[in-house]
C-alpha cells in the first residue's frame, strides 16, 4: 500500500467506520488523496481527504455542491455518506464505458442541467473550492465582470502564477477582461460543474453518465463545455459536441472562444502543481493577440 491507504483507513475509522479491511489507492485526482475502502459488513465506498486541508469546510462545500447538481440539475452524482472536515465518503462509481452512446448520454444530461437552471445573477450563495484554492463566487449581475474578477484576474496574485507570467502577460490578460464583451456572447448564468475535465465523469453501475468533484457556482454554460473541449477527450466523446451543441442551439463559432473560456482553469492549474500540463504554454498562446495595445 502506498502512503494514502493506512492514512485514509485511519480517517475512516476515527469516523467510526471500523469494518473497513482494506483502501486501495484511488488514481485520477490531483489535490486530494483517495481511495476505495472494502468493508466487512457493508458495500465498498470512496473516501477522499487532505493529510492538511486547506479549510474546514472543502467537503462539506463538496457534497453541497453535488446535492445541488443532482436536485437543482437532475445529474446523477454519487450518495455522499459522509462529509465532514476531515474527510468526505461516496458510493463507488465505476469508469465510464469507451462508447459513443454513454457521451451521448451524457450531452442530454448536461444540456439539461445548463438548461433548466438558468438564473438571474452570477456566484454562488458561498464560496467554495477549486482543488486547494478557494473559488469565489460573490454574487455579480455583470457576468463578464463576475469572470474577469472571480475567475481570471483572481489568480494574478498566486505565487507560482506570479512566477511563470511577465509583466507583459499579466497585462494581456487584463486587457483581455476589459475586452470580454467583445470576445464572448453575452449568455445568461446556469448552474455549472465548475471542474469538469474528462476524470471528473464517471459511470453508474449500471452504465449511466455520473459526476463527481464539483466547483458549482451559477456561471456561463461554456465554462463546462471549455473544460470537455480542452482536457483531451477520448474519440468516443466527438459524439458529445455534436449533441450538445444542437441541444442547446450553439452558434458555429463556440469552438474559437474555447480556449478564452478555458483560460480560467489553466490558470488555476498553473497556480497549484509544479508540474502544470502545458497550462503555462496555453496561457501565453491565448494571450498572446493582447500583448499589444489594439
Known amino acids: 500500500m502506498t502512503r494514502s491507504a493506512p492514512f485514509l483507513r485511519e480517517c475512516l475509522l476515527r469516523a467510526g467506520m471500523r469494518d473497513v479491511v482494506t483502501v486501495e489507492p484511488a488514481t485520477g485526482g490531483l489535490a486530494a ?45 454519487p450518495e455522499v455518506m459522509l462529509a465532514d472536515r476531515e474527510l468526505l465518503v461516496l458510493s463507488v462509481l465505476r469508469p465510464r464505458p469507451r ?76 486587457r483581455l477582461c476589459h475586452r470580454l464583451p467583445d470576445l464572448l456572447p453575452d449568455r445568461p448564468a446556469c448552474l455549472t460543474h465548475g471542474d469538469l475535465w474528462a476524470q471528473n465523469v464517471l459511470a453508474t453501475p449500471d452504465g449511466q453518465p455520473a459526476l463527481i468533484d464539483p466547483a458549482v457556482s451559477y456561471m456561463w454554460a461554456e465554462v463546462d463545455l471549455a473544460h470537455v473541449w480542452s482536457t483531451s477527450p477520448p474519440p468516443e466523446a466527438q459524439r458529445f459536441f455534436a449533441v450538445y451543441a444542437e441541444l442547446t442551439s450553439l452558434d458555429s463559432d463556440w469552438q474559437t472562444r474555447m480556449p478564452i473560456v478555458q483560460l480560467r482553469q489553466h490558470l488555476a492549474v498553473l497556480a497549484q502543481f509544479d508540474d502544470d500540463w502545458g497550462a503555462g504554454d496555453q496561457i501565453r498562446t491565448t494571450l498572446a493577440p493582447f500583448r499589444t495595445r489594439t
Request: proline share 3%; no cysteine.
Open 33 to 77: 488523496l483517495a481511495g476505495i475502502a472494502t468493508r466487512r459488513d457493508a458495500p465498498s465506498v470512496f473516501v477522499k481527504a487532505f493529510v492538511d486541508a486547506p479549510a474546514d469546510d472543502v467537503f462539506v462545500a463538496e457534497a453541497e455542491g453535488l446535492a445541488a447538481l443532482r436536485e437543482l440539475g437532475g445529474v446523477v452524482t
Open 99 to 174: 462508447s459513443e452512446t454513454f457521451w451521448e448520454q451524457f450531452a442530454h444530461m448536461l444540456a439539461h442541467l445548463h438548461m433548466s437552471t438558468t438564473h438571474p445573477r452570477f456566484g454562488w450563495h458561498r464560496d467554495n473550492w477549486l482543488g486547494r484554492r478557494r473559488q469565489t463566487n460573490t454574487w455579480e449581475d455583470d457576468g463578464f465582470a463576475f469572470f474577469a474578477q472571480h475567475r481570471l484576474l483572481r489568480w494574478l496574485g498566486e505565487p507560482r502564477v506570479e512566477a511563470a507570467l511577465d509583466s507583459g502577460d499579466r497585462t494581456a490578460l487584463e
